[in-house]
């Protein structure tokens, strides 16, 4: 079984869509990366909160 060729306006479709592709992924990268943070941040203080009840 052969595959056809794909013409211009099809690689051109295909390019397009894997560039969109591609920005979404960096954009969910950075909304993780972004999200991490936060909760590393707020995970730190509860362990520290933590820490201070029981030296009480």
């Not at 479709?13 to 991490?36: G, H, P, Y």
């Not at 909760?39 to 201070?52: D, L, R, V």
């Amino acid at each position: 079984m052969t595959q056809k060729e794909l013409d211009d306006t099809e690689l051109l479709e295909i390019l397009e869509l894997t560039r969109d592709t591609e920005q979404k992924a960096r954009e969910m990268c950075q909304m993780i990366s972004a999200n991490t943070a936060k909760y590393q941040k707020w995970s730190e203080a509860k362990a520290k909160q933590a820490e201070k009840q029981k030296q009480l």
